[in-house]
């Protein structure tokens, strides 16, 4: 389990996971699960470190998470969304190969419903320096 995933696991139960100050903070507590407990004590600075890293966005409203964890699991996948693709590394969900007509390749896509895009992410990193596809993952492999 990774701690993206302990992350959404937490606000899939309907848990609010933050850090405040020096303490990790879990809410409502009791809707912990023994095996979400368990993740936490066994991942706790990473998880730690990945909330301080989520809460470095300011124009967020960390109370509306509060009351609506869904909307911070969905926060939460677009950070990590957008950081595997700036590192070249292809999201689970881009299940579809499609042809980009700006880079003139065969791509992993999310599902477009298309056989073919203008642009494609990974050109779009290529345009602002970023990595281009598969330059730190595996995944990125079987395409
Ligand atoms: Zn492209």
Not at 2 to 26: C, E, R
Not at 31 to 56: C, G, Y
Not at 59 to 81: D, K
């Amino acid at each position: 389990m990774t701690v993206m995933s302990l992350i959404m696991g937490l606000a899939d139960q309907g848990i609010f996971p933050y850090v405040n100050g020096k303490k990790l903070v879990l809410t409502p507590a009791a809707k912990l699960t023994d095996e979400l407990r368990l993740q936490v004590r066994n991942n706790k600075p990473a998880l730690m470190a990945n909330l301080i890293e989520l809460q470095r966005f300011p124009e967020w409203n960390w109370s509306a998470f509060e009351a609506n964890p869904g909307r911070f699991r969905a926060f939460a996948e677009l950070v990590m969304i957008s950081e595997m693709r700036a590192a070249g590394q292809v999201p689970d969900h881009y299940t579809e190969i499609v042809h980009c007509e700006s880079c003139n390749q065969d791509v992993p896509h999310f599902p477009v419903n298309a056989d073919s895009v203008l642009a494609c992410v990974w050109c779009l990193n290529g345009q602002t320096q970023l990595s281009m596809r598969g330059a730190n993952s595996n995944l990125a492999k079987r395409a």
